[in-house]
T-cell receptor
Framework: KAGVTQTPRYLIKTRGQQVTLSCSPI?????VSWYQQTPGQGLQFLFE???????NKGNFPGRFSGRQFSNSRSEMNVSTLELGDSALYLC??????????????FGPGTRLLVL | AQSVTQLDSQVPVFEEAPVELRCNYS??????LFWYVQYPNQGLQLLLK??????LVKGINGFEAEFNKSQTSFHLRKPSVHISDTAEYFC????????????FGKGTMLLVSP
């Protein structure tokens, strides 16, 4: 079974631009979560989607948004990029992300550099 | 809310030596506990998880962890490390009810040298 895939793997943007990142979960997984990883803040939760609905949201400004499609693929968008948005963006998928201790499987991430 | 503290940002160790990576957590509700590993330029891979039952959990690559409820700790151990274990290790928790996400610690970089 193929793992979680993320595209693109690397991205360079300039301040003020917007960016869209894509995540394809493991086949059959319906929950997709996004995390931002930076050296200073570590791994921070952005949002989680299940069956095309945002179920959880982290403490990020409204410039960060996402969506999930009917095939469970997910995209996240960052508008009006700032230098501080430079980070590794990780996507994780799981069956339902319920309280059953199920594992979240992570993709390789998209490394975004904002100049 | 939950929080996770990984007490060491870096742990240097020689090859074939034992290692312990420390993790403490704080939560007002019962949680599940996880250890993930991140190799350079890769995503996170699950090493092991504690859901219930025996407090000693065995994972992949010879790692094990012990859950201590009274000390709210979940330390990761390996009796003999290899060069290939050089990576960043993350401890994480998730409440054991409801739909919730993982809360991660800041990570511990394990540096294994010959």
């Amino acid at each position: 079974k193929a793992g979680v895939t993320q595209t693109p793997r690397y991205l360079i943007k300039t301040r003020g631009q917007q960016v869209t990142l894509s995540c394809s979960p493991i086949s059959g997984h319906r929950s997709v979560s996004w995390y931002q990883q930076t050296p200073g803040q570590g791994l921070q939760f952005l949002f989680e989607y299940f069956s095309e609905t945002q179920r959880n949201k982290g403490n990020f400004p409204g410039r960060f948004s996402g969506r999930q499609f009917s095939n469970s693929r997910s995209e996240m968008n960052v508008s009006t990029l700032e230098l501080g948005d430079s980070a590794l963006y990780l996507c994780a998928s799981s069956l339902i992300a319920g309280g059953l201790g199920e594992t979240q499987y992570f993709g390789p991430g998209t490394r975004l550099l904002v100049l | 809310a939950q929080s996770v503290t990984q007490l060491d940002s870096q742990v240097p160790v020689f090859e074939e030596a034992p290692v312990e990576l420390r993790c403490n957590y704080s939560s007002s509700v019962s949680v599940y506990l996880f250890w993930y590993v991140q190799y350079p330029n890769q995503g996170l891979q699950l090493l092991l998880k504690y859901l219930s039952g025996s407090t000693l959990v065995k994972g992949i690559n010879g790692f094990e962890a012990e859950f201590n409820k009274s000390q709210t700790s979940f330390h990761l151990r390996k009796p003999s490390v290899h060069i290939s274990d050089t990576a960043e290790y993350f401890c994480a928790v998730r409440p054991n009810s409801g739909y919730s996400t993982l809360t991660f610690g800041k990570g511990t970089m394990l540096l294994v040298s010959p």
